[in-house]
C-alpha cells in the first residue's frame, strides 16, 4: 500500500523537518499554497489532500476561482499589489490580505468589510531592502501605519509580511531577521500580533529558522508558473 508522495505530502514533511531544527512547533506554521496562474482544478487536487490556505495575486483570476470552488471549506489570501479600486471585492470575499502597505488602502478595507463578516485579517507589507522599486512601507514607517491600522474597526492586524530581494541566502536571511526583530518591537504595544509571512519556495527553510509562521510556496508545490 505506498500512497504517491505528492508535492504537498513532501513539503509538509520539509516544513516539519525545518521546525524541528529551529526547535519550533511544525503547528506554528502555515503553509499558504501560492495558485496564481493554477486552474481551479489544480487548487481542488491540492484541497482534496487537505490544503485549505490559497494566495492568489490577481483579483478576477482569484474570484472566478473562488466560485468555481464555492462548495469548499477554503481559506483565501490576497497577497498582491493593491489599487484602490479593487478593496471592496478584496474586502467582501478574502480571509487575509497580506499586502497592506499604505493607510488609504487598511481604510478601505475596513469601509468595505461587509458587515457580518468576521474583521479581514491583514499583514503590512514591508521593503526590508528599502528598494525604490518594489511595494512595501519603509521599515521606518511601519510602526505609525500598524497603530492607525489597529484602530480601524473592520480590520484584524496580524503581522508582516516581507518580499526580500531574490539573491543570496544570506540575503534573504537578514530580510527574515528584520522583519521578525520589527514584529517582535511591535508587539510591546500590539501583543495580539502573531503572523509573520515571509519565505517562498527558494529560502522557506531559513525563514522557519527565523520566525516565520506563514510561508507562501507556489513553484515547490505547483511547478514553474507558464507566463501570464
Ligand atoms: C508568487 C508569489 C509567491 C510564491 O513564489 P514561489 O517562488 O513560486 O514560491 C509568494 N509570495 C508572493 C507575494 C508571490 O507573489
Known amino acids: 500500500m505506498h500512497e504517491p508522495k505528492t508535492p504537498l505530502i513532501t513539503l509538509?514533511?520539509?516544513?516539519?523537518?525545518?521546525?524541528?531544527?529551529?526547535?519550533?512547533?511544525?503547528?506554528?506554521v502555515t503553509l499558504l499554497a501560492v495558485s496564481k496562474t493554477r486552474s481551479a482544478p489544480e487548487l481542488a487536487a491540492l484541497a482534496d489532500q487537505g490544503q485549505r490556505d490559497f494566495g492568489e495575486n490577481y483579483l478576477q483570476e482569484a474570484l472566478d476561482k473562488m466560485d468555481?470552488?464555492?462548495?469548499?471549506?477554503?481559506?483565501?489570501?490576497?497577497?498582491?499589489?493593491?489599487?484602490?479600486?479593487?478593496t471592496r471585492?478584496?474586502?467582501?470575499?478574502?480571509?487575509?490580505?497580506?499586502?497592506?502597505?499604505?493607510?488609504?488602502?487598511?481604510?478601505?478595507?475596513?469601509?468595505?468589510?461587509?458587515?457580518?463578516?468576521p474583521p479581514l485579517n491583514i499583514c503590512i507589507q514591508v521593503n526590508v531592502d528599502d528598494e525604490d522599486s518594489k511595494s512595501g512601507v519603509a521599515l521606518a514607517e511601519v510602526e505609525a501605519l500598524a497603530t492607525a491600522a489597529s484602530e480601524l474597526s473592520n480590520l484584524a492586524l496580524r503581522g508582516l509580511m516581507a518580499i526580500?530581494?531574490?539573491?543570496?541566502?544570506?540575503?534573504?536571511?537578514?530580510a527574515f531577521?528584520?522583519?521578525?526583530?520589527?514584529?517582535?518591537?511591535?508587539?510591546?504595544?500590539?501583543?495580539?500580533?502573531?503572523?509573520?509571512s515571509m519565505g517562498m519556495s527558494a529560502d522557506y527553510p531559513v525563514?522557519?529558522?527565523?520566525?516565520?509562521?506563514?510561508?507562501?510556496?507556489?513553484?515547490?508545490?505547483?511547478?514553474?508558473?507558464?507566463?501570464?
Do not use: Y
Open 12 to 28: 509538509r514533511q520539509e516544513i516539519a523537518e525545518a521546525c524541528q531544527q529551529a526547535g519550533r512547533d511544525p503547528a506554528a
Open 68 to 86: 468555481a470552488l464555492a462548495e469548499r471549506d477554503l481559506v483565501w489570501h490576497f497577497i498582491g499589489p493593491i489599487q484602490s479600486n479593487k
Open 89 to 117: 471585492d478584496i474586502a467582501a470575499r478574502f480571509d487575509w490580505v497580506h499586502s497592506v502597505d499604505r493607510l488609504k488602502i487598511a481604510r478601505r478595507l475596513s469601509e468595505q468589510r461587509p458587515a457580518g463578516l
Open 164 to 174: 526580500p530581494r531574490a539573491d543570496s541566502k544570506d540575503g534573504s536571511r537578514h
Open 177 to 196: 531577521r528584520q522583519l521578525a526583530m520589527t514584529l517582535s518591537q511591535l508587539r510591546n504595544t500590539m501583543p495580539a500580533l502573531d503572523t509573520l
Open 207 to 228: 525563514a522557519i529558522e527565523e520566525g516565520a509562521t506563514v510561508v507562501r510556496l507556489g513553484t515547490a508545490l505547483f511547478g514553474p508558473r507558464p507566463t501570464r
